[in-house]
């Protein structure tokens, strides 16, 4: 089975531009997760989607949103970049939603300038 | 609420020597466990995982951890370590709802030769 991959994998972006980062899970698994790794906070979670539905939510702005299609193919958005931002974004896939093990993407790393 | 602690940011070990990286926990409920490690400039690969039965869990590249619930511990070792292993560790607990992982703060070996 293919893995959990992960578009695109580098991205420059400058301040108050938006961005959409796209995740397609391994063959079957219907819960996306999404997490933000910086140096400075580490691994953070930022939303899980399970059957179209966000099922969870982490502790960021609104301006981070993401969403689910009907193939369980998840995007996330960040609207009004700012420098903070910049970090790399993981996409975790599992079978369902319930402390399932998840499986990770490659990233997608972001920069804001 | 759930947190996980990594003991050590940085474990330095000569190649062939043995490595444990502690990780601690605090929940008031059954958890399951993982551990991840991360590549340089790559996503998350599960190392082991426990989530019910035996105590000593065996994963990948000969790691094993062990769960001890009264210490509220579940630490990874590996008895002959490789210059491969160079990596950063990541000790992670699922919230018991839904896949919302805590990860503890990471811990980087290095094996030098």
């Known amino acids: 089975k293919a893995g959990v991959t992960q578009t695109p994998r580098y991205l420059i972006k400058t301040r108050g531009q938006q961005v959409t980062l796209s995740c397609s899970p391994i063959?079957?698994?219907?819960?996306v997760s999404w997490y933000q790794q910086t140096p400075g906070q580490g691994l953070q979670f930022l939303f899980e989607?399970?059957?179209?539905?966000?099922?969870n939510k982490g502790n960021f702005p609104g301006r981070f949103s993401g969403r689910q299609f009907s193939n369980s193919r998840s995007e996330m958005n960040v609207s009004t970049l700012e420098l903070g931002d910049s970090a790399l974004y993981l996409c975790?896939?599992?079978?369902?939603?319930?402390?399932?093990?998840?499986?990770f993407g490659p990233g997608t790393r972001l920069l804001v300038l | 609420a759930q947190s996980v602690t990594q003991l050590d940011s940085q474990v330095p070990v000569f190649e062939e020597a043995p490595v444990e990286l502690r990780c601690n926990y605090s929940?008031?409920?059954?958890?399951?466990l993982f551990w991840y490690v991360q590549y340089p400039n790559q996503g998350l690969q599960l190392l082991l995982k426990?989530?019910?039965?035996?105590?000593l869990v065996k994963g990948i590249n000969g790691f094993e951890a062990e769960f001890n619930k009264s210490q509220t511990s579940f630490h990874l070792r590996k008895p002959s370590v490789h210059i491969s292993d160079t990596a950063e560790y990541f000790c992670?607990?699922?919230?018991?709802?839904?896949?919302?992982?805590?990860f503890g703060g990471g811990t980087r070996v290095l094996v030098k030769p």
């Open positions: 992670a607990v699922p919230l018991a709802a839904g896949n919302k992982l805590t």
């Open positions: 929940s008031s409920v059954s958890v399951y």
């Open positions: 063959s079957g698994h219907r819960s």
């Open positions: 426990y989530l019910s039965g035996s105590t």
């Open positions: 989607y399970f059957s179209e539905t966000q099922r």
């Open positions: 975790a896939s599992s079978l369902s939603s319930g402390g399932e093990t998840q499986y």
